[in-house]
């Protein structure tokens, strides 16, 4: 019943953007930080960005995608988004959506290492290629 379902990927070009969203049900979003990884073949996972549950007031994002990258939340909506700019071919990876229940904790934690409790979506191709 709990899912998380990633939308929006797919082949775009060098420069160009790509929004992301990942839809969850079946458990209370609003109560979930959330998070985006990626991970590209023979390489390790990466947390790319990641929210704070409620109102979403802190962030955090990956040195290799500050500037470009964006995360929001709509709880209204159950939805997350990574709104992803001025893209590179080293960001083509299968990209993660990623929900923990929220702590007292830093989402610089939960993004080096979600929890053993996290639900995770079950990914979404992005490949940046000219």
């Known amino acids: 019943q709990v899912q998380l379902v990633e939308s929006g990927g797919g082949l775009v070009q060098p420069g160009g953007s790509l929004r992301l969203s990942c839809v969850a049900s079946?458990?209370?979003?609003?109560?979930?930080?959330v998070g985006w990884f990626r991970q590209a073949p023979g390489k390790e996972r990466e947390g790319v960005s990641c929210?704070?549950?409620?109102?979403?007031?802190?962030?955090n994002y990956a040195d290799s995608v500050k500037g470009r990258f964006t995360i929001s939340r709509d709880n209204a909506e159950n939805t997350a988004y990574l709104q992803m700019n001025s893209l590179k071919p080293g960001d083509t990876a299968v990209y993660y959506c990623?929900?923990?229940?929220?702590?007292?904790?830093?989402?610089?934690?939960?993004?080096?290492?979600?929890?053993?409790?996290?639900?995770w979506g079950q990914g979404i191709q992005v490949i940046v290629s000219s």
């Open positions: 990623a929900a923990t229940p929220g702590r007292l904790s830093t989402v610089q934690a939960m993004c080096a290492r979600p929890s053993g409790d996290t639900y």
């Open positions: 079946g458990f209370n979003f609003r109560d979930y930080a």
């Open positions: 929210i704070s549950h409620n109102n979403g007031f802190s962030t």
